[in-house]
């Protein structure tokens, strides 16, 4: 049987094309977007993409809130790291909980909702990184409305 064989790419060779096929959209004055993130933090991609995606729509001039709920709540934990709190016991190991810091340094708004921080996880007010809005259960469904009622660009992720 015939082999195929082709060089091997050299770091920094381009594999693909760097076209951008659709303008660069910013917001206009007023407009929202909402987050919503309801995902099992790490053990998958989807929260530190959403997180990403946040970060890159307030860039872009939108007035921007996440909100936590189900087991999202977790990926606002204070108190992780290893040996200590804050340390990292592996590159990268607290790059949501920073991510979540780098947001809400630029402007945004993050709520997590206490029932899935008391009643599912055992996690206190106390617990979560300093600056995230802990908010009643019942808050959720009215931070929807709100948000649906001002037309605001609304990402919902949930994953179980």
């Given at each position: 049987?015939?082999?195929?064989?082709?060089?091997?790419?050299?770091?920094?060779?381009?594999?693909?094309?760097?076209?951008?096929?659709?303008?660069?959209?910013?917001?206009?004055?007023?407009?929202?977007?909402?987050?919503?993130?309801?995902?099992?933090?790490?053990?998958?991609?989807?929260?530190?993409?959403?997180?990403?995606?946040?970060?890159?729509?307030?860039?872009?001039?939108?007035?921007?809130?996440?909100?936590?709920?189900?087991?999202?709540?977790?990926?606002?934990?204070?108190?992780?790291?290893?040996?200590?709190?804050?340390?990292?016991?592996?590159?990268?190991?607290?790059?949501?909980?920073?991510?979540?810091?780098?947001?809400?340094?630029?402007?945004?708004?993050?709520?997590?909702?206490?029932?899935?921080?008391?009643?599912?996880?055992?996690?206190?007010?106390?617990?979560?990184?300093p600056g995230i809005i802990c908010a009643h259960?019942?808050?959720?469904?009215?931070?929807?409305?709100?948000?649906?009622?001002?037309?605001?660009?609304?990402?919902?992720?949930?994953?179980?």
């Amino acid at each position: 049987m015939a082999r195929v064989t082709i060089p091997v790419p050299n770091e920094g060779d381009l594999l693909y094309g760097e076209e951008k096929l659709f303008p660069d959209y910013k917001a206009k004055p007023g407009d929202r977007a909402l987050v919503l993130m309801h995902t099992v933090p790490y053990e998958g991609s989807v929260a530190l993409i959403n997180m990403l995606t946040a970060t890159r729509l307030h860039r872009k001039g939108f007035d921007t809130t996440i909100y936590l709920y189900g087991p999202g709540v977790l990926l606002g934990s204070g108190s992780r790291g290893f040996p200590a709190v804050g340390q990292e016991g592996f590159p990268g190991a607290l790059a949501m909980n920073n991510q979540l810091k780098v947001i809400m340094k630029e402007g945004s708004k993050i709520y997590a909702c206490r029932f899935a921080m008391g009643m599912l996880y055992g996690h206190r007010e106390e617990d979560m990184i300093p600056g995230i809005i802990c908010a009643h259960p019942l808050d959720l469904l009215d931070c929807v409305i709100e948000n649906w009622q001002a037309n605001a660009l609304t990402i919902t992720t949930w994953t179980v």
